[in-house]
C-alpha cells in the first residue's frame, strides 16, 4: 500500500498534470467515427442504387429475336407487278405475312390453322415490317430470294423468357398462351429463337412497341444540345469571367454583377425552361422540340457553373506570374492570353465539363420546351425535333408495359455511363494538367 | 566611391512624390534622384514606403485600383506618368525583379525569350538563342543549366530561380532594373551570388535596390535613401550614411536601434 501511495504522489508531480488528453482523444476517436458512418452510409445507397438499376436494366442490353428464312414472294408484295409505276407499292406491301409465313414453315404449322396461326403471327414484333421492308428497298435484287434474317420477337415474348411475366397465372389472364409457350420452347431447341445484343436500343427512335423501342434519337439529341452548350457557355463563360476577373474595376456595379451570376447558379432549372419558352420559342419563333432551343437553354443554365469554375481557376493563378509577366513588360491582354490563362485552363475544362454533365442529366427545362415528344426519325440537324437522354427515361418511366422497366434502368445505365465517363474525363484532366507553384 | 568624382548622370528622379491607398497615404511627399550605372539602395523599417517608391518607378502599383500616385517621376526627363507615356514601354525600359523568385512554369528558354519575343527584339530562332545564352551569362547562369535549357524553370533552387528572373529582366535590354528585396528568399551563399552579380550588372545597368539587410546594402550600393514613415530621411553615399549619417533616425536604425 506505501508503494501504491508513492506512485500516486509521483502521477500528481506537476508534469503529468491531467490536461484532459483522455477526453480529447475520445472526441478525436467519436468525430472520426461519426465520419466513416457518414461514408459508409452515403456508400450502401450508392450501392443500392446502382444495384437497383442495372439488376432491372441490364436485361435491356440483349432482345430476343427468332431467326427465320423468309421468301421475299412477289406475289405476295407486288402480285400486280406495278411497283415501277408506283413507288408506294413497295412502302406498303404486307411484309409481316412473309415473315410469318416463315414462322408457320419452321414450326410445321398449317396456313389454315386459325388458331396456330394466330398465337404463331403474335410472336413476331410488329417491327418486322420496317426491318424486312428496309432490307428490300436498299437491295431489290432480293425479290424472290430466300435470305436467312434475325427478326425481333415480339415484346410479350422477350418479356416471358426474360422472366418478367408471371406464368403460373392462368392462362386466360396471361398475355402469353401456352400453345405460344411451346412454340417458343420449340424454336429455342433448335437454336432459332435467342437473345441477341439489342443495338435497336442505341439506334431506334421512340415507339409504342417496346422491343423496338430504342435511345437513339435521344442520344443524339442530348450529343446535339451538349454541343450547343459547349460552343455557347464555354466561350461566353470564359469571356465574362476574364474580363470580370481581370479587366473590370472592382466597384459597386461588378460587385452586383457577381452577386447576381452567383445567384443564378441556385435558380431552379425549370425556370430556366420558361424562360428558353418565353424568349427562343414565343420571341425568336425558333421550332419546338428542338435539339437548338434544348442547347441554349441549357446553356443559360450551364453559364453560371462555368462563370464560377473559371473565376475561381483565374484567382487560383498566383499573382507573382501576373507580375512577372507585367515586369518585363507584357500588356495587360499578353499577361492574361499568354500566361493567366493557360494556367488556368484546366481549371476551366474541369468546371466545363462538370457544368455539361449537369446539364446532361437535366430534364426540367426540357419538357417545358417540347422535348418532352415522341421522336421516330433520328433528327439530321440541330432544328429537327429531338428528344434528350433524360427525357427518354422520364417517358419510359410512364409506360405501361412490363419490356419498359428494363428498358427505363437499361437508359439509365447508358446516361450514367454517359456521365461517368465525362467526370472521369474531368478528373484525368485536372490530374494531368495541374500545376504547382 | 573608386575615386569617381564626377557628378553621374541623373537616370531616374522623383520629385515631390505622393502615393496614397485608398484614403491613407504611403508616400508623404519625396524628391529622389537614382544616378546612372549606380545601385542605389532603398532602406528602412517595414511600411516606411521604400518598396511603395520602387514600384512607382516602372507604374507596377497601376494594377493597384486604390493606389494613386503624385508628384513628378522622370526617366532621362521624361515624365512617366505623362498619359502620352506608354506603360508597356516604360516597363521594357525599367525591368524589375521580385522579392519571390517567380519564374513562368515553362521552360527556362522559354523564360527568357518571353520579353524579348513580345517586344520584337529578335528576328528570328537564332537571335533568340543568343539572347538567352548573353542573358544567363549575364546573371551568371549559363554554365548552370546550358545543358537543361528546355527543363521547366520552376525545377531550378530557390538562388538559381532568382538568377533566372534577374536574366528575364535583362534578355529585354532594360535600362534601369528594380529589385525588390531580391534575396530575402535566398539561403547565404545564394544570396552572396546574386549580390556578385548585382555589382557586376552595375557596369551596364541603372540598378535600385530595396533591401530589409543593412550589411546587403552596404555591400551593393553606392547610395543609399533611408526610408522611415512615409518620408524620406536622408539620402547620400552608402559610405557615408553607414560611417557618418546626418540624421539621428538613420543612425538608429542602422545601429539597429529600431526597425
Request: glycine residues 8%; without cysteine.
Given at each position: 500500500m506505501a508503494d501504491t501511495s508513492l506512485t500516486d504522489n509521483n502521477v500528481a508531480a506537476p508534469r503529468h498534470r491531467d490536461i484532459g488528453l483522455k477526453k480529447r482523444y475520445a472526441a478525436e476517436r467519436r468525430f472520426q467515427f461519426y465520419g466513416k458512418l457518414a461514408i459508409a452510409f452515403g456508400l450502401f445507397f450508392l450501392a443500392l442504387l446502382l444495384w437497383t438499376v442495372v439488376s432491372k436494366g441490364y436485361t435491356a442490353f440483349q432482345q430476343t429475336s427468332i431467326n427465320l428464312d423468309v421468301t421475299f414472294d412477289e406475289s405476295v408484295i407486288d402480285p400486280k407487278n406495278e411497283r415501277n409505276e408506283n413507288p408506294m407499292k413497295l412502302l406498303t406491301a404486307n411484309y409481316p405475312k412473309l415473315a410469318e409465313a416463315a414462322l408457320y414453315e419452321k414450326l410445321g404449322i398449317d396456313a389454315e390453322d386459325k388458331a396456330g396461326t394466330k398465337a404463331a403471327d403474335a410472336l413476331i414484333s410488329k417491327g418486322a415490317r420496317a426491318q424486312l421492308r428496309d432490307m428490300l428497298i436498299s437491295n431489290?435484287?432480293?425479290?424472290?430470294q430466300t435470305v436467312n434474317v434475325w427478326v425481333l420477337a415480339a415484346g410479350e415474348v422477350d418479356s416471358a423468357i426474360k422472366g418478367q411475366f408471371d406464368l403460373s397465372v392462368d392462362e386466360s389472364r396471361r398475355k402469353i398462351k401456352d400453345n405460344q409457350l411451346e412454340m417458343i420452347e420449340k424454336l429455342q431447341q433448335d437454336g432459332s429463337l435467342e437473345g441477341r445484343f439489342n443495338t435497336g436500343l442505341f439506334t431506334n427512335g421512340g415507339s409504342s412497341r417496346p422491343e423496338t423501342a430504342g435511345v437513339g434519337v435521344a442520344i443524339i439529341g442530348s450529343a446535339y444540345m451538349m454541343l450547343i452548350v459547349l460552343l455557347t457557355s464555354l466561350p461566353i463563360g470564359v469571356a465574362a469571367s476574364i474580363y470580370l476577373e481581370e479587366f473590370a474595376p472592382k466597384n459597386r456595379l461588378t460587385d452586383i454583377i457577381e452577386v447576381n451570376i452567383n445567384n443564378l447558379a441556385a435558380v431552379p432549372s425549370i425556370v430556366y425552361g420558361l424562360l428558353g419558352l418565353a424568349v427562343f420559342i414565343n420571341f425568336a419563333g425558333l421550332p419546338r422540340s428542338a435539339s437548338l432551343v434544348g442547347g441554349l437553354v441549357l446553356s443559360l443554365m450551364t453559364l453560371p457553373t462555368i462563370i464560377i469554375a473559371t473565376r475561381a481557376a483565374l484567382k487560383a493563378v498566383p499573382p507573382s506570374i501576373r507580375a512577372a509577366a507585367l515586369g518585363i513588360g507584357a500588356s495587360k491582354n499578353q499577361t492574361v492570353f499568354h500566361h493567366v490563362l493557360p494556367l488556368a485552363a484546366p481549371g476551366i475544362l474541369t468546371g466545363t465539363i462538370i457544368g455539361l454533365a449537369q446539364a446532361l442529366g437535366e430534364t426540367a427545362p426540357l419538357l417545358l420546351i417540347g422535348m418532352v415528344a415522341f421522336v421516330v426519325d433520328a433528327p439530321a440537324t440541330p432544328l429537327d425535333p429531338a428528344t434528350a437522354l433524360p427525357v427518354q427515361i422520364f417517358m419510359w418511366a410512364n409506360e405501361a408495359e412490363r419490356a419498359f422497366v428494363e428498358r427505363t434502368s437499361g437508359a439509365i445505365i447508358i446516361l450514367l455511363a454517359f456521365l461517368a465517363v465525362m467526370n472521369i474525363t474531368a478528373i484525368f484532366l485536372r490530374r494531368r494538367f495541374e500545376r504547382r507553384w | 566611391m573608386d575615386g569617381e568624382t564626377e557628378t553621374p548622370k541623373v537616370k531616374m528622379a522623383g520629385k515631390g512624390v505622393e502615393v496614397f491607398y485608398g484614403s491613407k497615404q504611403a508616400i508623404n511627399g519625396i524628391d529622389l534622384e537614382v544616378y546612372e550605372r549606380q545601385v542605389t539602395a532603398l532602406i528602412g523599417p517595414s511600411g516606411c514606403g521604400k518598396s511603395t517608391y520602387l514600384r512607382c518607378l516602372n507604374r507596377m502599383?497601376?494594377?493597384?485600383?486604390i493606389c494613386k500616385v503624385k508628384g513628378l517621376l522622370t526617366l532621362d526627363g521624361e515624365?512617366?506618368?505623362?498619359?502620352?507615356?506608354d506603360v508597356v514601354e516604360l516597363r521594357a525600359r525599367v525591368g524589375m525583379v521580385f522579392q519571390k523568385p517567380n519564374p513562368f512554369p515553362k521552360s527556362i528558354h522559354e523564360n527568357i525569350t518571353y520579353g524579348p519575343r513580345i517586344h520584337g527584339l529578335a528576328k528570328s530562332k537564332a537571335d533568340l538563342d543568343v539572347i538567352v545564352e548573353k542573358s544567363l551569362r549575364g546573371a551568371g547562369l549559363w554554365e548552370e543549366v546550358k545543358d537543361r535549357?528546355?527543363?521547366?524553370?520552376?525545377?531550378?533552387?530557390g538562388g538559381q530561380q532568382q538568377r533566372l528572373c534577374i536574366a528575364r529582366a535583362i534578355a529585354v535590354q532594360p535600362e534601369v532594373i528594380l529589385m525588390d528585396e531580391p534575396c530575402s528568399a535566398l539561403d547565404p551563399i545564394a544570396t552572396a551570388i546574386v549580390e556578385e552579380l548585382i555589382g557586376e550588372l552595375r557596369e551596364q545597368y541603372t540598378i535600385v535596390i530595396v533591401t530589409h539587410s543593412m550589411q546587403q546594402a552596404a555591400r551593393v550600393s553606392q547610395r543609399t535613401a533611408m526610408f522611415h514613415l512615409g518620408d524620406l530621411v536622408e539620402v547620400d553615399d552608402t559610405e557615408t550614411i553607414f560611417t557618418n549619417p546626418s540624421e539621428k533616425r538613420t543612425q538608429d536604425y542602422i545601429t539597429g536601434r529600431f526597425g
Open positions: 431489290p435484287e432480293l425479290m424472290n | 502599383n497601376d494594377t493597384i485600383d515624365d512617366i506618368y505623362d498619359p502620352n507615356i535549357l528546355h527543363e521547366p524553370g520552376t525545377g531550378l533552387s
